[in-house]
């Protein structure tokens, strides 16, 4: 199960098709960048779920 | 020589240059400890807590080669550049799940390096040897990359030389970092790594932040650089795949890069090295939970590629492009000090590599091969010494060797690394493979990977599979084939090698042996 949730983020990065478009556009960004930009964030939130998960 | 010298720039540039070789060898003062024990030299002593950590790994991970090389590729062909991105998403899970396990049984054990690790594990001496030897290799055109990004600044501060005399800056900068290296070990850039990335984060956010206003907003920016580069597309006749988005083609390569570089980072010594000088396995997990602060950094320095196309910068080696970048938007005072950001970035991690390939070296293919009946006082003696050696062979490098071909071995580095994985991380899991196997499973990738990247003109990173349309980074197609060749072996070899580990020695130390 922990392993399953750490391999999420890098599981979506994997799908380029998906993602690999200009529209929808955020700030000027295209899908392409903003989508791997959000992503950051979200690989760490779900690495710190896992931490939180292991602590209690 | 100095005719064309931005003397404000170069200024502020020889400032920052000096307060951080003053930091340099204060640091040996630092968290006090007798240097001339191997552990305190090359680990730090085992003693970083998780806010030193995070910028000492941090300062490894991230060089003045990313702050170059990966904006010149933006800057070049577009979106294929930014697998730099995908591939920081994969490394941090990966090290949350791994590395606080390597982190115990390296404390319990007293390993140094990663071949210490699989020696103990395996009691192979030649897959020991494999190990440090693939470190060592690969670890040299890094730190020469190093100095390449830092040789980029100092010609755009506008310094000309001719010959040998045009390496000049380069190799003073160069003679400071050994000697304080020798001296204060990893303290030097684990000290020196706040400085550098204090100032590159200051150098980012006034990026991302004046740029956009000068071209008139990111849209502008992405709308004026895909033309920039449709355009190139269509000159170059459809040969160079160019554009804001990926082509069919590219896909492939891209993901693959982006594995098998996140395979093979880890594994580099230097990042051993960063890792098993943290307090304890948890101070690895807050990091691998922060540590993504810098791969935003990283996502926003690619764009500055984008970013110099937009503001119509024109270099023959694109290499050049963020520097330009720089001396086109800012004030002088502000250029001397992002250029000093960027080639102090060049030094933390040329530091931490020079380490950790000494430690590898000494611990690793010295002592058990030449001089068994070493002690820790010896081991440090021989290891700053080799940090010198190591680091005056880089140099070396940079200024008989052609810097396209460092570039090319670079991405060679990459593949070597990835060949050392399955004996290392599969290790910390199971036991079942055999480690004649896995020697068997690295030769192999070793050279599949070299002769897949070998072509008469160049290295190449890439290769088509069995002549079909399906292109992948030959570090992976290696690394299958390495675990392919490892798995089967293991199934017929008999397993009776010692192995010094046990299943207790994985988990996490109780908190009061930690503390101290």
């Known amino acids: 199960m922990k392993y399953l949730l750490l391999s999420l983020p890098s599981l979506a990065t994997l799908l380029v098709p998906f993602y690999n478009s200009t529209t929808p556009r955020l700030f000027g960004f295209p899908f392409f960048y903003w989508f791997l930009i959000v992503l950051i964030p979200a690989s760490s939130l779900v690495t710190y779920l896992v931490y939180k998960g292991e602590k209690r | ?516």
């Open chain 2, 1 to 516: 020589m100095i005719d064309h010298l931005n003397w404000m720039a170069a200024g502020v540039f020889i400032a920052f240059f000096l307060l951080v070789t003053i930091l340099g060898f204060v640091a040996a003062h630092w968290k006090r400890g007798d240097l001339n024990d191997l552990n305190e030299w090359g680990l730090g002593g085992r003693r970083f807590g998780a806010w030193i950590s995070w910028f000492l790994i941090g300062g490894d991970i991230y060089t003045a080669y990313t702050v170059i090389a990966v904006p010149s590729v933006v800057y070049a062909v577009g979106a294929y550049g930014f697998f730099a991105v995908p591939y920081t998403i994969i490394i941090y899970p990966l090290l949350y799940a791994t590395f606080p396990r390597l982190w115990a049984v390296a404390h319990r054990k007293n390993y140094m390096t990663a071949a210490d690790y699989v020696l103990g594990r395996y009691g192979n001496n030649w897959l020991e040897l494999a190990v440090a030897f693939t470190g060592i290799f690969a670890t040299m055109p890094y730190i020469a990359l190093q100095l390449v990004g830092m040789e980029r600044v100092i010609d755009a501060l506008g310094f000309q030389g001719h010959g040998i005399m045009s390496h000049l800056p380069l190799t003073i900068a160069f003679v400071i970092l050994a000697l304080y290296t020798y001296r204060s070990g990893l303290r030097a850039p684990a000290m020196i790594a706040f400085v550098k990335d204090i100032m590159i984060y200051i150098f980012v956010l006034a990026a991302i932040v004046i740029v956009p206003m000068k071209l008139g907003g990111y849209g502008a920016i992405f709308d004026a650089a895909g033309a920039a580069l449709a355009k190139k597309a269509a000159v170059s006749g459809g040969k160079i795949a160019a554009g804001l988005l990926l082509s069919p083609k590219q896909m492939l390569p891209f993901i693959t890069l982006a594995i098998g570089s996140g395979l093979a980072l880890l594994m580099y010594p230097h990042s051993m090295t960063g890792m098993l000088s943290a307090r304890s396995g948890n101070t690895i997990r807050i990091n691998a939970v922060a540590l993504p602060a810098y791969s935003v950094m990283l996502a926003l320095i690619a764009l500055m590629g984008y970013m110099a196309l937009a503001a119509g910068v024109h270099v023959t080696n694109p290499q050049d492009a963020v520097p330009h970048l720089i001396l086109a938007v800012f004030p002088d005072w502000f250029v001397g000090f992002c250029f000093a950001a960027i080639a102090i970035g060049a030094l933390v991690p040329a530091a931490i590599m020079s380490i950790g390939a000494a430690n590898t070296f000494t611990r690793n293919i010295w002592k058990p091969f030449i001089h068994p009946a070493m002690n820790s006082q010896e081991e440090a003696v021989l290891a700053k010494l080799m940090s010198l050696i190591v680091k005056v062979g880089a140099l070396a490098f940079i200024l008989f060797v052609p810097t396209k071909f460092a570039l090319d071995l670079q991405l060679l580095g990459g593949m070597w690394m990835a060949q050392v994985f399955p004996a290392v991380i599969f290790g910390l899991y199971t036991r079942w493979f055999n480690g004649w196997a896995l020697l068997a499973g690295w030769a192999t990738g070793m050279v599949l990977g070299t002769w897949l990247a070998w072509t008469p003109a160049a290295w190449v990173p890439v290769h088509a599979i069995f002549g079909s349309n399906l292109t992948v980074y030959n570090g992976v197609t290696a690394f299958v084939a390495n675990v392919l060749v490892a798995a089967v072996l293991s199934a017929l070899l008999p397993n009776t090698a010692l192995d010094e580990t046990r299943a207790e020695d994985y988990a996490d130390l109780p908190e009061t042996a930690v503390a101290k």
